[in-house]
C-alpha cells in the first residue's frame, strides 16, 4: 500500500464506511446546496471572509506559502465555505515520491477519524512541483482548495464521493461558487472549475502566465481539459503534454 514520508496511507479504505458514524449524512447534490446556501447567508462569517482573502492575496510577498499560512487558508475556508464540516478532519502533508514529480499535484483519501466519531481525510500535496519557485502561487492555492472541496465532499458523502473520477456534478456545484467569491474582488485570480492543472498556465518564466479574467475568451488556452481526472486517476492523458514536454498536473 502506498504511504507518505510519515507512513499515512494514500489510499482510502472502503472498510471504514462499514463503521458506525455521523458524519456521511448527505448526498452529493444536497452537500453541496448546503455549500451555496452557507455562503448566500454571509454576514456572520465577514471576519473569517477578511482573514481568508488576507491569506489567499498575501500570505507572503515573494509568492510563498509556509505551513501557518496553509493552516489558516484550511481553518479560514472552513467556515467560510463549508460551514465548519472539515473542523479536525483535515490532515495535509508533502510527498515527493515518483508520481508526484509528474502526474499529480495532490490528492485526497478518506479514512477512520484518528481520535473521535467518524471520518477524516488526508490530502497529500506534491512537494517537487509545488514548492517549486517558477510556478506562481496561485498552482498551489487552486491545488488546495480544490483538494479541500474533495475533502468535504468525502467527509459528507463517504467514498460516493468518488463517483465521476471524484468530479461529480456536487464539486462543480462548490467549485463554481467558490470560484465565483473569489472573482467578486479578484477575477481570473484562481483556476478552481479546471479539473486538471495546466503548468504553463502557472508558470512564471512563461509570459503567456498573466492573471486573466477567465470570463474572457482572449488568451485563453484553445485546448480545455476534460473533467475525468483527479486524485482517482494517476495517469496523465498522453494527449495532454505540452510542447515544453511537462506535464499537466492533476489536481
Not at 506559502?65 to 472539515?86: E, P
Not at 461558487?177 to 508558470?203: S, T
Request: net charge neutral; with cysteine; hydrophobic share 35%.
Amino acid at each position: 500500500m502506498e504511504r507518505t514520508p510519515s507512513g499515512n496511507s494514500i489510499i482510502s479504505d472502503s472498510r471504514f464506511e462499514q463503521q458506525p458514524n455521523h458524519t456521511l449524512t448527505s448526498r452529493d447534490e444536497e452537500a453541496a446546496r448546503q455549500v451555496v446556501d452557507h455562503l448566500n447567508r454571509g454576514p456572520s462569517r465577514w471576519n473569517h471572509e477578511d482573514i481568508l482573502k488576507v491569506l489567499i492575496k498575501q500570505a507572503d510577498p515573494n509568492g510563498h506559502l509556509d505551513k501557518n499560512a496553509l493552516d489558516g487558508i484550511l481553518t479560514a475556508a472552513d467556515t467560510v465555505f463549508f460551514d465548519g464540516a472539515l473542523y479536525r478532519r483535515v490532515r495535509w502533508e508533502w510527498s515527493s515520491q515518483e508520481r508526484y514529480k509528474t502526474e499529480l499535484i495532490g490528492t485526497t483519501a478518506l479514512r477512520r477519524r484518528s481520535d473521535g466519531d467518524g471520518f477524516e481525510t488526508l490530502i497529500v500535496l506534491s512537494a517537487p512541483i509545488l514548492k517549486d519557485p517558477k510556478y506562481d502561487r496561485r498552482l498551489l492555492l487552486s491545488a488546495f482548495l480544490h483538494e479541500l472541496i474533495h475533502c468535504y465532499l468525502f467527509i459528507k458523502c463517504g467514498l460516493g464521493a468518488r463517483m465521476q473520477g471524484g468530479h461529480t456534478k456536487g464539486f462543480h456545484t462548490i467549485a463554481r461558487a467558490i470560484q465565483d467569491w473569489v472573482e467578486e474582488w479578484h477575477p481570473g485570480y484562481l483556476e478552481l472549475c479546471n479539473m486538471k492543472a495546466n503548468l504553463n498556465r502557472f508558470d512564471k518564466t512563461r509570459t503567456a502566465v498573466q492573471f486573466v479574467d477567465p470570463r474572457i475568451d482572449v488568451f485563453r488556452d484553445d485546448r480545455r481539459h476534460g473533467h475525468e481526472g483527479c486524485n482517482q486517476s494517476p495517469r496523465p492523458d498522453n494527449d495532454l503534454l505540452e510542447a515544453s514536454g511537462v506535464l499537466p498536473g492533476y489536481l
